[in-house]
């Protein structure tokens, strides 16, 4: 175990700041004709109005500060740097987890959960089950930058993960936690080290060999909705395809050639994400109870001072161009035992509800590569789960890991 672990601390200079108010205020903005129903993407009036608000009344330091309230840490592990946070657990016998995120995720969006993980007798729960947090910016995003290996992709992440777990911080078994693309991590450290894992816990489903296909850059493979679909099912479908087929598109077909425009317009860039928030996050909520001008703006400066938006877009690309391969035949080809949370206000699937999603995942075809021992479904929440439902994110890692403690 490394007992030489420096704290890190959040510091960015002024001359990073100075010239982001810069090309704030000098930003060219576009005419936006006929969308003031967005049907176009983000309009330029809502978009005007969060910059307004960066420019003139968000508060770095206060946000700085805010992200400096957990103990965190940098180091290197292969030549890459990787920033985490580590808070230890409050309980008796604390289970180490790691927690990943996805895109546009940071590790902020993990924030709300870890308190109470690891000290859940301060909010009425368990001290038998807290944990010991690890919280890292996936390679590439956040603080955990620049990227040193071009290859870099969900099974890079988790090798690195896996030795920051076991050589770095001394765990001989550990829990992990994924979502979006957090969960291809989450799910690769579950196939291949499931014998040094207690266990594991997804916010989704997606098979390891996801963006393999002939095109990987579309979602549909190709397929029109069938003629006999409902018309609530054809509606749902379409939704899903409008929700996140671009993004997947572009960030596969030509991540560098959308980089030169995010990396040098931090306006551009917050459209880019921004758009991703909004249409992910929950179809039933409204997105300003959840996501307020400040958090956007944090995330979006956690991005743009690390200069990190093209090295995360293209983790896309990357698990297509260096394909997943098995480390082994059995089945299920995800050994470690496995929890879910599903969020039914995501829109995928079409027709999700709290009542059926469970059902959906369990009759389907991804339910075969998971050995599960906990699914369940909350109404509340899109696809930023622990930012959007913290408390069933809290439920779900604490009863997938009393079962598997039990």
Do not use: C
């Not at 957990?70 to 290197?76: P, V």
């Not at 308190?115 to 996936?138: C, K």
């Not at 829990?175 to 014998?195: F, P, R």
């Amino acid at each position: 175990m490394n007992t030489d672990l420096k704290p890190f601390e959040i510091n960015v200079s002024r001359e990073i700041i100075n010239d982001l108010e810069t090309r704030l205020k000098t930003t060219r903005w576009s005419e936006d004709l006929n969308n003031e129903d967005s049907y176009y993407g983000i309009s330029t009036a809502y978009l005007k109005d969060i910059v307004h608000h960066w420019i003139n009344s968000y508060d770095w330091e206060a946000a700085q500060k805010e992200l400096n309230s957990f103990n965190q840490h940098k180091i290197e592990i292969d030549g890459q740097a990787i920033h985490f946070i580590y808070e230890k657990g409050k309980g008796p016998n604390p289970t180490p987890i790691i927690l990943s995120h996805g895109w546009p995720w940071t590790y902020w969006h993990w924030s709300k959960v870890i308190r109470q993980l690891t000290d859940p007798a301060s909010y009425g729960r368990d001290p038998e089950q807290s944990f010991d947090v690890i919280v890292p910016s996936l390679p590439g995003f956040g603080f955990s930058t620049p990227v040193k290996d071009g290859e870099m992709n969900f099974s890079k992440m988790a090798e690195l993960w896996h030795k920051l777990m076991t050589e770095t911080l001394g765990y001989k078994k550990y829990a992990a936690s994924g979502s979006d693309y957090g969960m291809l991590v989450t799910a690769q450290l579950g196939h291949k080290y499931a014998e040094e894992l207690i266990g594991i816990h997804l916010g989704q489903e997606m098979p390891l060999t996801i963006f393999q296909s002939e095109r990987p850059w579309d979602l549909t493979e190709g397929q029109m909705i069938p003629k006999e679909a409902s018309p609530e099912l054809r509606e749902g479908i379409i939704k899903f395809q409008r929700t996140y087929a671009s993004h997947v598109a572009v960030h596969m077909l030509d991540a560098q050639t959308i980089t030169h425009g995010l990396n040098d317009s931090p306006v551009g860039m917050l459209a880019w994400i921004l758009q991703r928030w909004k249409k992910w996050s929950d179809i039933h909520g409204n997105f300003e109870d959840v996501f307020s001008k400040d958090d956007i703006i944090t995330f979006a400066m956690i991005y743009w001072v690390n200069q990190a938006i093209g090295s995360s877009i293209r983790v896309y690309s990357n698990a297509n161009r260096y394909p997943w391969k098995p480390s082994h035949n059995r089945t299920p080809i995800v050994e470690a035992p496995a929890g879910f949370t599903f969020l039914t206000g995501d829109a995928y699937p079409p027709l999700g509800t709290e009542e059926n999603r469970v059902g959906i995942f369990e009759n389907g075809p991804m339910a075969s590569q998971f050995n599960t021992i906990y699914a369940k479904a909350f109404k509340k929440g899109g696809h930023f789960g622990p930012w959007e439902n913290p408390e069933a994110f809290i439920e779900g890692i604490t009863d997938t890991f009393r079962l598997l403690k039990n």
